[in-house]
């Protein structure tokens, strides 16, 4: 008895300690205003990078010998790029963590921006193009961040509010400052651009964005800075969530109205 009576003491002693360390385990990071800064950079890029070109889009068929059809389609298969590696990028980091799924989509749109901006072909570009692509898709991650450091349910749809104004935005100035760009540097400083800023976003990531997704008292070997544990382990998979958002008649009927008005359909009717 006595044995048993020192054990429950020592173990009473110890698990206010031990729900400390859990507790600081799923505390949540704190963004400062250059970190929110970052995270609109981040959500910008993706749809200014998808129509900066456009103006210039005649003199890059010109000078690569192509049709403006082909050249049109590296817009085109940009925007399936987004549209797969938008699901996948969500779940993959419900699983390891927005930082390092943001870190490293940036490699790829850098690498992408680079080869569109030294593309000798036009298959070249539109190979390129599908690699930015990818990297873009990174800015769907920007609507999850909120979710994960605001537990105010009204602080937080204000803050995806915010970022969801500043989509438009981006989308309804990059065709005038890209062709300004290329105006003046060519279509290619275009994309050299745009991997300038994929770069900048890329170090202030790796400098200053913290791990936002909720993570468990057992984290990757390596200490702080391993991809963390999702705290919420049931998670459904990827496959049921497309079908409950599939078979949802008000879904599938926006998503028609949207690519119906996104690809100028209704006036060709």
Known sequence: REVRLLEVEEASATSPATQEDETAGQQTPVLKWYHWGLI??????????????????PEMASEL????????????????????????FGHLSDKIGRRPVII??????????????????????????????????????TQ??????MDDE????????I?????????MIAP?????????????????????????????????????LQTTAATAPGG?????????????????QLRRLFCDRETCGLLITVTLVRTNVPPML
């Open 40 to 57: 609109i950079s981040i959500g910008m890029l993706g749809p200014f990078s998808q129509d900066s070109y456009v103006p210039n889009m």
């Open 65 to 88: 010998h192509t049709s403006s059809f082909y050249a049109g389609l590296t817009l085109q298969v940009n925007l399936l790029t987004k549209g797969i590696f938008n699901i996948w």
């Open 104 to 141: 490293s989509s940036f490699f790829a749109y850098v690498a992408g921006a680079i080869c569109c901006s030294i593309a000798p072909t036009i298959g070249w570009l539109i190979a390129a193009r599908v690699l930015q692509g990818i990297g873009e898709s990174t800015a769907a991650l």
């Open 144 to 149: 999850a961040i909120p979710r994960d450091v």
């Open 154 to 161: 009204e602080e937080r749809m204000r803050m995806m509010a």
């Open 163 to 171: 970022l969801g104004f500043i989509r438009p935005w981006a989308i």
């Open 176 to 212: 005038s400052v890209g062709g300004l760009l290329g105006v003046a540097f060519g279509w290619r400083n275009v994309f050299m651009f745009l991997a300038g800023w994929g770069v900048l976003n890329l170090a202030c990531a790796a400098l200053f964005l913290p791990e936002t």
């Open 224 to 240: 702080g800075g391993g991809a963390p544990a999702a705290a919420a382990g049931d998670r459904p998979s990827v496959k049921s």
